[in-house]
Structures are given as C-alpha cells and as structure tokens.
T-cell receptor
Framework: DAKTTQPTSMDCAEGRAANLPCNHS???????VYWYRQIHSQGPQYIIH???NNETNEMASLIITEDRKSSTLILPHATLRDTAVYYC????????????FGQGTRLTINP | DTAVSQTPKYLVTQMGNDKSIKCEQN?????MYWYKQDSKKFLKIMFS???????INETVPNRFSPKSPDKAHLNLHINSLELGDSAVYFC?????????????FGPGTRLLVL
C-alpha cells in the first residue's frame, strides 16, 4: 500500500469548513483514497473514499487532484463532535485488505 | 443494535495469565479483523479471517491465537500475557466480496497487564 503524509494536527473553528490535506504521491492506478476517523476512545469510523472523481456523502466531501497525488477531506460545517484523529489511507478496494494506519491528523474543533 | 460488539470492554489482569477477547458482528459480513492500538496510538493489523479461514497473519507472537467459530464471530485468545500486551484491541468486519469493501470497527477492548 502507498504511503500517505498528513499534518500532525490542525485546528478549526466550530461552524467553519475543516479542510484536511493528504499527500499520496506514490499511489498506484488501482488504489483508492480512504478516510477514517477515530473519536477519542472509540473505534475507527469510515468517512468516505474515492478513486479520481470528487465524492460527497452525508459526512464529508473528498477532493482528489487530477494527478491523484494528493487529496483533501472537507467537513463543511465542523462541530465539536468532529474533534478526532483523521486517517488518510490508500489501498486497493476489493478483497479482504488490511488497513494501514499512519499517524493521522488530530483535528480539534474550537468553540 | 450494535453492528460490531466486543467483550469485555475493559480487562485488567496479571502477567502470565491467559485471557480471551470476544467479537461478534451482526452485519452479515464474511471477513473479520483484529487490530492493536498501542500506547503511542498506532493502529496495526494483527489477523484477518475470511469465511472462517485465516487470510492475514501479521508478525504477531504465537501467544496470540485467533479463533473463528463462524463468520459472525472472531475471538482472540492470548496466552502468558506480558506487560507489552497492554493496548486497545479493535475488532472489525467487512464484506470482502463487495464491490467497494469498507471496514466497520467495534468499540475496542482495553487490556491492561500488571
């Protein structure tokens, strides 16, 4: 699985959009970008994933650059409950594949 | 209804003891996993079972033995517990045959070895 690089920590004001960057310059053509988050003391939670097109669901939006070497997770209206560690993971999409977690980005939403 | 459940939630035990952690999923998934999160918060895969068959076995001491009695359950038995085994253990499940596989995690079991 390709390696990802994320900032160690970020802050965002409540109600604002939180934009979390991820670099994955060695991503392969068959690898997707996945985002998970871990709220304190809980198990990781799936957020969104994508291949090359931008994706949106009820939780977030995922913007992937045209060269696929980086992406941004967007939480459009961050709330205090979005405070968590966010993990960007690249992996093939099918089959029983292990998730390789990096250090992630510790996002703090401030009131 | 909890999708992926683990018992116990907390486990405090003495070094040298043998203990088991249980995991159950009611999502109808065919694949289950065990991950370990150490004190530095790094999450790492330990094992994975697909249809009761071991398919991922990372470099884990053989004191750890997973057992999958059926597709909905994956238990983790640990022999001769050591201080370094203290960690949070997460169970996860997924439908590996799905077009887009996503893993769902349990709440974790916090193991403290004294």
């Amino acid at each position: 699985d390709a390696k990802t690089t994320q900032p160690t920590s970020m802050d965002c004001a409540e109600g604002r959009a939180a934009n979390l960057p991820c670099n994955h310059s060695t991503i392969s053509g068959n690898e997707y970008v996945y985002w998970y988050r871990q709220i304190h003391s809980q198990g990781p939670q799936y957020i969104i994933h994508g291949l090359k097109n931008n994706e949106t669901n009820e939780m977030a939006s995922l913007i992937i650059t045209e060269d696929r070497k980086s992406s941004t997770l967007i939480l459009p209206h961050a709330t205090l409950r979005d405070t968590a560690v966010y993990y960007c993971i690249v992996r093939v999409i099918q089959g029983a594949q292990k998730l390789v977690f990096g250090q992630g980005t510790r996002l703090t939403i401030n009131p | 209804d909890t999708a992926v459940s683990q018992t116990p939630k907390y486990l405090v035990t003495q070094m040298g003891n043998d203990k088991s952690i249980k995991c159950e999923q009611n999502l109808g998934h065919d694949t289950m996993y065990w991950y370990k999160q150490d004190s530095k918060k790094f999450l790492k895969i330990m094992f994975s079972y697909n249809n009761k068959e071991l398919i991922i076995n990372e470099t884990v001491p053989n004191r750890f033995s997973p057992k999958s009695p059926d597709k909905a359950h994956l238990n983790l038995h640990i022999n001769s517990l050591e201080l370094g085994d203290s960690a949070v253990y997460f169970c996860a499940s997924s439908q590996a045959s799905a077009l887009q596989e996503t893993q769902y995690f349990g709440p974790g079991t916090r193991l403290l070895v004294l």
